[in-house]
């Protein structure tokens, strides 16, 4: 486990994830007072092994822990979060919108009922439904035990080891994602929000009565998010996963430039009418897992759900089933 920036005492701890993208890095922070950790992991065997390996190799106690601060609800953020508190005893933090989040999916019966309609009224066949939906279910066992939660505000200053961080809200990739970042030192955690390599999942999500956050334009909340790290004069990003990484002007550039070419495409794609999955079977690569088709179809009808924001496209439905077209 590497030390990536030794001024503000902070390591970088890689853990292995079961999918296509097969890490999550989350960062522990030495101070005069002991360690805080940032993210955890998913709850599985693999990331306890890794915990306890760091902790052995920098002879950390467990009441050395002082605090765990999580970027996101999302499961290989948050799922190790209440093992990593059982063992230290320490607090668990997390913006207050990604707490209620948690609530709403990892600990509610029946919380994915509304992803099931969504994805049937949107033109996925239903056996391609019952497959996605049973990854889903399948990613729910790696949230527990339950963490007890702190919640953070928007603005507010945390002490992660010896120095301040500003609680940064970055919405898009979740409804809640947070930042942390030293201003001093131009150190951005910047989790899931602003990654080297690869772009941020932006999902859009049911938008039921039940839904604790609405969120009908997740990539318009991504985009206003993204330009606002430009404010930040922000020198070094570490990220969730890929290398930290500098360059980050030209980064948010890409990025821009990513979704606009994504919107443009998709745009093309609804033709003179096409649902949602249509669009995402041509927009995406054709040997996707059911577990990453469910992001797929969520991108999808984030950017779908974007130009009818901007007037560039139209809804309507037949048979129960939204067929989208360019606006008339």
């Not at 604790?212 to 404010?231: G, K």
């Not at 922000?234 to 980064?251: D, M, N, Q, V, Y």
């Not at 070419?261 to 996707?288: H, N, P, W």
Request: include cysteine; aromatic fraction near 10%; hydrophobic fraction near 35%.
């Amino acid at each position: 486990m590497i030390v990536i920036y030794e001024a503000l005492g902070i390591h970088i701890v890689k853990l292995p994830l079961p999918f296509r993208l097969n890490h999550v890095n989350c960062y522990a922070v030495k101070g005069s007072l002991g360690w805080w950790l940032i993210d955890a992991g998913l709850s599985q065997e693999a990331t306890v092994e890794g915990w306890m390996q760091f902790f052995e190799e920098h002879s950390i106690k467990p009441t050395d822990i002082k605090g765990i601060y999580l970027t996101h609800f999302h499961p290989d953020h948050y799922g190790c979060s209440g093992w990593l508190q059982c063992f230290s005893g320490a607090p668990v933090y997390i913006g207050e919108i990604d707490a209620e989040l948690i609530k709403h999916y990892w600990k509610s019966e029946n919380s994915f009922d509304a992803l099931d309609a969504l994805f049937r009224e949107n033109g996925m066949p239903n056996d391609m439904v019952k497959e996605t939906m049973g990854s889903v279910n399948d990613i729910i066992r790696f949230t527990s035990p339950h963490a007890e939660l702190t919640t953070l505000k928007a603005g507010q200053v945390v002490t992660i080891g010896d120095f301040e961080y500003q609680v940064i809200l970055t919405q898009g990739h979740s409804d809640g994602h947070i930042c942390f970042y030293n201003v001093d030192h131009g150190v951005l955690l910047s989790g899931d929000h602003l990654l080297p390599e690869i772009s941020s999942n932006i999902s859009l999500w049911p938008q039921t009565d039940a839904y604790p956050n609405p969120n009908p334009n997740p990539l318009d909340n991504f985009l206003h998010a993204l330009d606002s790290i430009r404010s930040l004069n922000c020198k070094l990003a570490l990220p969730s996963h890929g290398k930290p990484f500098s360059t980050i002007e030209e980064r948010i550039s890409q990025l821009e430039a990513h979704h606009e070419a994504r919107l443009q495409e998709i745009k093309s794609c609804t033709g003179g009418g096409a649902t949602a999955y249509q669009v995402c079977k041509q927009v995406f690569r054709q040997d996707l897992s059911y577990h990453e088709l469910r992001f797929a179809m969520t991108e999808t009808l984030a950017h779908l759900e974007y130009l009818m924001y901007k007037s560039e496209l139209e809804r309507t439905e037949k048979d129960g089933v939204r067929i989208f077209r360019i606006s008339s």
